[in-house]
């Protein structure tokens, strides 16, 4: 038993201590979660409710994040980026969320998909033409993977490209497309052999306004209204061949590394939903009277914050967990599933349960919970169903 409980604590030093868990923010870290939560409230919360109304897009508020570094955080300087960490760009999205999810996912797409993929992929002459503008919010990107028939199941690419020469000819239809409406570079996954099932798969640089490149209507969705979700149309469109991503046959694998990364941020918006929808609970709860008392002092409404304080802290930990392990080059696919899985399904927890702690007020526009409850629902769909994360979890337990 000695030896057994000295092999133990030599192993436990051996593997653990040296690792010693430090969850303090550095400065940096600190002034872009502040820079953001300042943002939010000067910038985003005024006409927040107007935008969701009329599905109308933050031109002005995306230009002004662009101008503050909030929509290339994470690229190189050398390409016009913040050369911030992942931890930082977590933060920000966390922040942003917490009032206005729209927002947050168009720089989500521009950050995590988009010029993450880009930065990593791409060659230099790719990354000069298109990644600088990108990085420094001049131009918006999207990520086009999914299709009518291909959505879960992003191998079944219908879209083609075929080997013209000197370019490649691009037919198909795209679906759900986050931005698809305003921005200028869009990264399309296309078959280019078929026969090669997603093994034949390329990724694509594409410039909105190409000839046969055309951009379906605007989806009139429950949440997130103010973004912009379109269908794409490519007839014939020629794509030089110097905008193929990497190899022939590496669109796959290309959509799937910047997905992993992607879930982290979305993971991040999800649990920035939770905490605002928790903090405007709170400050209800203290204004808001019933028999006499505040009601955050009747123990019904006690025991919802204590739940939904609990649920969001350690949301966050899994968040932060996946983002740390991203910034450290280790894999991080696992820890940016389990995120986004459990991150989104408290999202929606904590939502209903904040329009309940508000009642009747709850369900009208100007608490804005009820807005947080319908923004919350597509964290639990978009980047990978919770479904497609417990695959994907359960695939990593079974290796």
Not at 29 to 45: G, I, K, N, P, S
Not at 162 to 171: S, T
Request: with cysteine; hydrophobic share 40%; charged share 25%.
């Amino acid at each position: 038993m000695k030896l057994s409980l000295h092999f133990f604590c030599v192993y436990f030093q051996q593997n653990f201590v040296r690792d010693a868990m430090d969850f303090s923010l550095s400065e940096e870290q600190v002034a872009v979660r502040d820079a953001a939560r300042e943002f939010t409230q000067t910038q985003l919360l005024p006409g927040v409710i107007e935008r969701d109304t009329h599905a109308r897009f933050p031109t002005e508020e995306v230009k002004k994040m662009g101008e503050l570094g909030f929509m290339g955080m994470m690229v190189s300087p050398s390409y016009g980026g913040g050369g911030m960490d992942t931890v930082s760009y977590v933060l920000a999205m966390e922040e942003i969320s917490k009032m206005d999810a729209s927002s947050s996912v168009i720089m989500s797409v521009n950050n995590s998909l988009v010029c993450w993929g880009l930065e990593r992929y791409g060659n230099d002459a790719q990354k000069r033409k298109y990644l600088e503008k990108l990085a420094s919010g001049e131009v918006l990107g999207a990520f086009c993977l999914s299709e009518p028939e291909a959505g879960s199941d992003a191998t079944s690419q219908k879209t083609t490209a075929v080997d013209k020469g000197g370019f490649f000819l691009v037919n198909g239809t795209k679906n759900w497309i986050t931005n698809g409406g305003s921005a200028e570079v869009y990264l399309v996954m296309a078959q280019t052999d078929p026969k090669l099932g997603h093994k034949g798969i390329s990724a694509f640089i594409v410039e909105k306004g190409w000839e046969g490149f055309k951009i379906g209507k605007k989806e009139d969705k429950l949440g997130i209204r103010a973004s912009d979700t379109h269908s794409l149309m490519f007839t014939d469109v020629k794509v030089p061949k110097e905008n193929m991503i990497g190899n022939p046959g590496f669109g796959f694998k290309f959509a799937m590394e910047t997905l992993n990364g992607g879930r982290i941020g979305i993971a991040a918006q999800a649990l920035g939903i939770a905490s605002g929808a928790f903090e405007l609970s709170l400050a209800y709860s203290r204004e808001r009277k019933t028999f006499g008392k505040p009601i955050c002092e009747h123990q019904a409404i006690q025991f919802k914050l204590a739940e939904m304080a609990t649920q969001i802290d350690a949301a966050r930990l899994m968040v932060m967990k996946a983002a740390y392990l991203k910034d450290q080059e280790k894999d991080y696919a696992d820890a940016s599933a389990r995120a986004k899985l459990y991150a989104s399904e408290i999202a929606m927890k904590v939502t209903v349960e904040a329009v309940q702690v508000h009642g009747g007020y709850g369900y009208v526009k100007e608490y804005h919970v009820e807005r947080l409850m319908r923004d919350a629902k597509i964290t639990q769909i978009y980047e990978g169903t919770s479904e497609i994360q417990k695959i994907v979890i359960s695939r990593g337990l079974i290796r």
